[in-house]
C-alpha cells in the first residue's frame, strides 16, 4: 500500500489545537479546514493526537453540510 505521510499542509504541526469541551468542533489547519480532494483510488487515513482528552465520535464531511 501506499505509505502514511500526511498530506502537505495537513500534519501533525500544521494543526491549530482545539481546546476545551467541545460537541461539535470543526478542525482546522493553518491552510484552512477544508480537505483537499484525494484520488478515490487513495485511502484517507486519520489520526488524532490527545492530551489529556477522549473522543467519543468523529466523523468526516463538508463543514457547511455536515455531509460528506
Known amino acids: 500500500g501506499q505509505g502514511t505521510a500526511p498530506i502537505a499542509g495537513y500534519a501533525k504541526e500544521e494543526s491549530l489545537p482545539l481546546v476545551g469541551d ?26 488524532l493526537y490527545l492530551d489529556v482528552a477522549s473522543v467519543f465520535q468523529f466523523g468526516i464531511g463538508s463543514a457547511q453540510t455536515g455531509q460528506g
Do not use: F, K, M
Not at 27 to 42: I, N, Q
Open 22 to 47: 467541545h460537541q461539535d468542533a470543526t478542525v482546522r489547519w493553518r491552510t484552512g479546514a477544508v480537505l483537499p480532494r484525494v484520488p478515490a483510488e487513495r485511502q484517507l487515513g486519520v489520526r
